[in-house]
């Protein structure tokens, strides 16, 4: 036996129970075959008992399987009663045999991969929200201080980096926890349609007002109002969100009445405010009611220990939905994943995982099942940011040369505003 699985697996033999046991606390090894019949009682199975009984109480997570003479199956039933894995009659086949052994490894890596994912609930530090890295510590301690409060939250984030998520998770902590919350997308709901969505309508108000109808700001009564893509919100509705953030009052479309409102507010956008503000596109005052307190969430790439912990979360969730038992991630595939740069964040890693369980052969996941190989030239392909960035700072160095360093005659070949300027020389530290 030890032979023919050397080649395999690393193998220990023990002779007898104290040298079994002995092995057994310095290796723990994962599987165990136990011949019951030892010395001194080698026609009988009490030393192997014994033996079994011990193993299983120093090394519950071993799996052991007994090997039982061909006319001792009440003894067999008796070991996998006891705890052991599994059990083989002899004569020994090690094809056969190789078949339970291989089993039983398999079964004691997905038991102890779980064991760590119940370890990794530590790095659950709010309900449905994965991250172990300090920069998101720090997110969920904010959290945790602002949820009590009312103070309308501002969330900013690239996509994908769960500014929705966090929204979220403030509502669960805060004591409206028990009303609604109700999300609103400024960015998916035609400018026409907004208006309507938010404050509701009379019946009557305009041609297709069939009957009264509820707006999201009233439907959110008693709860949190998620206003998502804050900085898509039309400027003719603007002064309307103000006047229901400052006064807690709206009024129906067509309504004459003013209706008293109880709701939270938290916004999002991954939009630089301060932008669409130079540009004339947010209104100065509408920031202030927002922004009483703000949360920046990082990119996912600048996130230390984040991306490891979220992918085998993911792998966790993906395995049991497509009943699949991927084991981890490879090292290649780790490593790739660490190098990589996550322009779609959380998000992106989520479809990745998700494809990769749904396509790896296995065991583990690969570079490759997630798509993240490096191109034939051995270099990596720009994200569609690095790209529009690249090209964006070169853009600018070649207008402001051209207008002889002169900021308004820049801004006009380049088609946009000194603001917008002056804003995007900042962001590439550039000076004229
Ligand atoms: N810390 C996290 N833990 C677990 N899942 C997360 C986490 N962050 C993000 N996700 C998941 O990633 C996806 C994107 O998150 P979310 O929708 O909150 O991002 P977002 O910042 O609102 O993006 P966008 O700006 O594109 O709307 C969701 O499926 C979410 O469940
Ligand atoms: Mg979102």
């Given at each position: 036996?030890?032979?023919?699985f050397?080649?395999k697996?690393?193998v220990?033999?023990?002779?007898?129970?104290?040298?079994a046991?002995?092995?057994?606390?310095?290796?723990?090894?994962?599987?165990?075959?136990?011949?019951?019949?030892?010395?001194?009682?080698?026609?009988?199975a009490?030393?192997g008992?014994?033996?079994?009984?011990?193993?299983?109480?120093?090394?519950?997570a071993?799996?052991?399987?007994?090997?039982?003479?061909?006319?001792?199956?009440d003894?067999?039933?008796?070991a996998?009663g006891?705890?052991?894995?599994?059990?083989?009659?002899k004569?020994?086949?090690?094809?056969?045999?190789?078949f339970v052994v291989?089993r039983?490894?398999?079964?004691?890596e997905?038991?102890?991969?779980?064991r760590?994912?119940?370890r990794?609930h530590i790095?659950h530090p709010?309900d449905?929200?994965?991250a172990?890295s300090?920069?998101m510590?720090e997110?969920?301690?904010?959290?945790e201080?602002?949820?009590?409060?009312?103070?309308?939250?501002l969330?900013?984030g690239?996509?994908?980096?769960?500014?929705?998520v966090?929204?979220?998770?403030?509502h669960?902590?805060?004591?409206r926890k028990?009303?609604p919350?109700v999300?609103?997308?400024a960015a998916?709901?035609?400018?026409n349609?907004l208006?309507?969505e938010?404050?509701?309508?009379?019946?009557?108000a305009?041609?297709?007002?069939?009957?009264q109808t509820?707006?999201?700001?009233?439907?959110?009564?008693?709860g949190?109002?998620?206003?998502?893509?804050i900085g898509?919100?039309?400027?003719?509705?603007?002064?309307?969100?103000?006047?229901?953030?400052?006064?807690r009052v709206?009024e129906?479309?067509?309504?004459r009445?003013v209706?008293?409102?109880?709701?939270?507010?938290?916004?999002?956008?991954?939009?630089?405010?301060?932008?669409?503000i130079?540009?004339?596109?947010?209104?100065?005052?509408?920031l202030?009611?927002?922004?009483?307190?703000?949360?920046?969430?990082?990119?996912?790439?600048?996130r230390?220990?984040?991306?490891?912990?979220?992918?085998?979360?993911?792998?966790?969730?993906y395995?049991?939905e497509m009943?699949?038992?991927?084991?981890?991630f490879?090292?290649t595939a780790?490593?790739a994943?660490e190098?990589?740069?996550w322009?779609?964040n959380?998000?992106?890693?989520?479809?990745?995982?998700?494809?990769a369980?749904?396509?790896?052969?296995?065991?583990?996941v690969?570079a490759?099942?997630?798509?993240?190989?490096a191109?034939?030239?051995?270099q990596?392909?720009?994200?569609l940011?690095?790209?529009r960035e690249t090209?964006?700072?070169?853009?600018?160095v070649?207008?402001?040369?051209e207008?002889?360093?002169?900021?308004?005659?820049?801004a006009?070949?380049?088609?946009?505003?000194?603001?917008?300027l002056?804003?995007?020389?900042?962001?590439?530290?550039l000076?004229?």
């Amino acid at each position: 036996m030890k032979w023919s699985f050397s080649e395999k697996y690393k193998v220990s033999t023990a002779g007898d129970r104290e040298e079994a046991i002995a092995l057994v606390r310095k290796n723990e090894p994962a599987v165990i075959t136990l011949d019951l019949g030892l010395p001194p009682d080698p026609g009988g199975a009490s030393e192997g008992f014994a033996v079994l009984e011990e193993v299983l109480k120093i090394a519950p997570a071993t799996k052991v399987i007994v090997i039982t003479g061909n006319d001792t199956l009440d003894n067999a039933v008796r070991a996998v009663g006891m705890g052991a894995y599994d059990f083989y009659q002899k004569p020994v086949d090690p094809d056969m045999l190789s078949f339970v052994v291989e089993r039983a490894f398999r079964l004691h890596e997905l038991e102890e991969e779980n064991r760590k994912l119940a370890r990794m609930h530590i790095n659950h530090p709010l309900d449905g929200v994965i991250a172990s890295s300090p920069q998101m510590h720090e997110v969920c301690r904010l959290v945790e201080q602002l949820a009590p409060t009312d103070l309308s939250v501002l969330l900013l984030g690239e996509s994908g980096t769960g500014k929705e998520v966090i929204a979220r998770a403030i509502h669960h902590l805060s004591p409206r926890k028990d009303g609604p919350f109700v999300a609103i997308n400024a960015a998916a709901i035609p400018e026409n349609l907004l208006e309507a969505e938010l404050f509701g309508y009379e019946k009557g108000a305009f041609t297709d007002a069939a009957k009264q109808t509820k707006g999201k700001i009233e439907i959110a009564s008693g709860g949190t109002l998620f206003l998502d893509e804050i900085g898509d919100m039309p400027l003719n509705l603007q002064p309307k969100i103000l006047r229901f953030l400052q006064e807690r009052v709206i009024e129906r479309i067509g309504g004459r009445r003013v209706i008293e409102v109880d709701v939270r507010v938290i916004c999002a956008t991954h939009q630089d405010i301060q932008r669409l503000i130079a540009e004339g596109l947010f209104r100065q005052d509408l920031l202030f009611r927002i922004n009483e307190a703000t949360i920046e969430l990082p990119p996912l790439r600048e996130r230390m220990g984040d991306v490891p912990v979220l992918a085998r979360a993911f792998l966790h969730r993906y395995n049991q939905e497509m009943k699949r038992d991927l084991l981890d991630f490879s090292d290649t595939a780790l490593a790739a994943m660490e190098q990589y740069e996550w322009p779609g964040n959380v998000r992106e890693l989520q479809g990745r995982v998700k494809t990769a369980v749904a396509l790896a052969r296995g065991p583990k996941v690969e570079a490759k099942d997630l798509r993240l190989v490096a191109t034939e030239t051995g270099q990596r392909l720009k994200t569609l940011r690095e790209a529009r960035e690249t090209a964006e700072r070169e853009a600018l160095v070649a207008a402001l040369n051209e207008a002889g360093g002169k900021i308004a005659k820049a801004a006009e070949i380049l088609a946009i505003t000194r603001p917008t300027l002056y804003a995007l020389l900042g962001k590439y530290g550039l000076k004229v």
